[in-house]
């Protein structure tokens, strides 16, 4: 598949169909090998959604989601979109995501009016190497480009990530920020944390922070940080920054995090 047409696949991949009043559906399934459903293409696609009933000069500034059953990616999915609040400045909405009638993720999404303020940030890009000296890395996301900047470090997943969408050229403020989703579900910053005995990871909640313009048509740096593994979960943040060192958005993710039974193996 060209460039051009993985571009294609991820726009259809984040569009919904309104089938009724503030009740989106997606398009035609999309399985995998696994026939699950990947946590950071049903939380864009319902921020997509929401996004459908506010002002249309209102962006999305944060998310919070939770993963309540496995999605089925040969199943289509329904959005039904709650209208809490739309203000002088500020939009709310929560949505449903459901299969088969079960809900098997919910999101709370706040939108707001672009201002103009300071511009200011405490947190610096890390110093890695440039994309263009990164290592490719293989993806399941059509249209999505990875690459590692550090590939000797001994470790079972990247802690550090450029990606980039170039099929999102053409698109606004919400589709960017909708791939920025799309994209922020992809590593964990658990890694280091993990040990070789895990036995089964799944995410239980998501959420992200919008601070600036976010364009991931050019090469986007995901920095990943695990904080904490302990009671069966793990903890971590991600920060994502442009070419330039501007922090775009901040992430926050929780998973379950269990070790296999029985002895070690040698």
């Not at 696949?9 to 989106?24: H, I, Y």
């Not at 002002?55 to 989601?65: D, K, N, Q, Y």
């Not at 079960?102 to 994309?131: C, H, K, T, Y």
């Amino acid at each position: 598949m060209s460039a051009g047409e993985d571009g294609g696949a991820l726009q259809r991949l984040l569009t919904v169909t309104e089938e009724a009043p503030d009740r989106f559906l997606t398009g035609a399934p999309t399985p995998n090998r696994h026939n699950g459903l990947y946590g950071g293409q049903v939380a864009a696609q319902a921020l997509v959604a929401a996004a459908r009933t506010v002002p249309g000069e209102r962006v999305p500034h944060s998310l919070h989601g939770y993963f309540l059953r496995r999605g089925d990616a040969r199943l289509p999915v329904a959005f039904d979109v709650e209208r809490d609040r739309d203000g002088h400045s500020y939009s709310a909405r929560t949505v449903a995501a459901r299969q088969e009638g079960r809900v098997i993720f919910r999101l709370a999404a706040s939108f707001a009016r672009p201002e103009e303020g300071p511009d200011r940030q405490a947190v610096a890009m890390p110093a890695v190497r440039g994309p263009e000296e990164s290592q490719p890395l293989p993806t399941i996301l059509p249209g999505v480009e990875v690459r590692d900047p550090d590939p000797s470090a001994e470790r079972a997943h990247p802690m550090r990530t450029w990606v980039r969408a170039p099929g999102a050229a053409d698109g606004g403020p919400l589709s960017q920020a909708a791939v920025l989703v799309y994209v922020s579900d992809l590593f964990s910053g658990l890694a280091h944390l993990m040990g070789s005995r895990v036995r089964s990871m799944a995410s239980l909640d998501h959420a992200v922070w919008f601070h600036r313009p976010v364009r991931v048509d050019d090469w986007v740096l995901m920095d990943h940080v695990g904080t904490s593994l302990a009671a069966g979960r793990g903890w971590y943040t991600s920060t994502l920054f442009d070419r330039t060192g501007a922090a775009l958005a901040s992430c926050a993710q929780e998973m379950v995090i269990r070790e296999a039974r029985g002895p070690e193996e040698a």
